[in-house]
């Protein structure tokens, strides 16, 4: 079975600080994972994905991440957080050509 | 390319009435999701379509929820009649599918429809 857990519903941070969303997962299979991110009234936008590949992920707006296998982690980070970045982020699993979203993480960005 | 179209962006309608969201996905993309995520929420998966035949709609509330991907490219999800819960944001997405794909596997959201029931 599939499952993914993020392990903060919200995350708060001030504006040039690092980013840490967690982000741990139970598949059956080798998995595909990835992290999306939703802007109020906005649709989810694909942030990186790890497909087998590196285990060091990079993505867009200077977002990363890292498939730890024996830790069932895929954390998402960012070295200096922008107040563009606030938003929620959803880690999601893909196997057997379906998608598990986690609950979500609400990142706020203080100035 | 063009991504995923949705419309309409915002709906709002009484209980009991019927309501139907359209989606237009991405030119060549086999497969086909719908998601209800509901305030506060990750994203459920409603049904999902490959090609134009039904793979996975166990979690579709078939008593008042129907869905149809005819000719396999557009999709219509209807909701009749509708409740109180069934507020939330209807996300369409799509991918290519097929596992040997490169980005096979990848979800391209739409920006979503925004149900309000009263």
């Known amino acids: 079975a599939q499952s993914v857990t993020q392990l903060d519903s919200h995350v708060s941070v001030s504006e040039g600080t690092p980013v840490l969303l967690r982000c741990n997962y139970s598949s059956s299979y080798s998995p595909s994972l990835f992290w999306y991110v939703q802007h109020p009234n906005k649709g989810l936008q694909l942030l990186l994905k790890y497909t087998s590949a590196a285990t060091l992920v990079k993505g867009i707006n200077g977002f990363e991440a890292e498939f730890k296998k024996s830790e069932t982690s895929f954390h998402l980070t960012k070295p200096s957080a922008h107040m563009s970045d606030a938003a929620e982020y959803f880690c999601v699993v893909s196997a057997g050509g379906k998608f598990y979203f986690g609950s979500g993480t609400k990142l706020n960005v203080k100035p | 390319e063009a991504g995923v179209a949705q419309s309409p962006r915002y709906k709002i309608i009484e209980k009991r009435q019927s309501v139907a969201f359209w989606c237009n996905p991405i030119s060549g993309h086999a497969t086909l999701y719908w998601y209800q995520q509901i305030l506060g929420q990750g994203p459920k998966l409603l049904i999902q379509?490959?090609?134009?035949?039904?793979?996975?709609d166990s979690q579709l509330p078939k008593d008042r929820f129907s869905a149809e991907r005819l000719k396999g490219v557009d999709s219509t999800l209807k909701i009749q009649p509708a409740k109180l819960e069934d507020s939330a944001v209807y996300l369409c997405?799509?991918?290519?599918?097929?596992?040997?794909?490169?980005?096979?596997?990848?979800?391209?959201f739409g920006a979503g429809s925004r149900l309000t029931v009263l």
């Open positions: 379509f490959q090609n134009n035949g039904v793979v996975d």
């Open positions: 997405a799509s991918s290519l599918g097929g596992s040997t794909q490169a980005g096979a596997n990848v979800l391209t």
